[in-house]
């Protein structure tokens, strides 16, 4: 990430697993904290929105939805409007993976 570049979204997840074998939240162009594996970093990520009340960015609000809800089992109208999401997930019950959410295991 350059230095002094203007971010869209207030936080940022940096995996750098060729240069380290950890993950780091940026929030607001300074280190923010450290995780040991991508399940943490992305709960970590997550718990830095919800907490902050950090709306997600227009690039990356799709994946940050399909991970509230696949992987943390949380929908409100936002999962439920975002058609990418729902097709997925009725892709995903339709060939025949359980009721639930997809795991967050290393």
Sequence with gaps: MKEGSELESKA???LLPIVCPAAHLI????????FDTT???ILGLMAT?????IE?????????LFIQTMVL????????????????A???????HSAG??????
């Design 12 to 14: 940022v997840l940096e």
């Design 27 to 34: 929030l607001e162009s300074k280190h923010f904290m450290r």
């Design 39 to 41: 399940c943490e970093a």
């Design 49 to 53: 929105y919800y907490v902050f009340h």
């Design 56 to 64: 997600y960015s227009s690039k990356v609000l799709n994946a940050l």
């Design 73 to 88: 089992g949380i929908e409100d109208e936002c999962t439920q409007g975002c058609s990418s999401v729902v097709a997925f």
């Design 90 to 96: 009725e892709a995903y019950y339709n060939h025949g």
């Design 101 to 106: 959410y997809l795991s967050c295991t290393d």
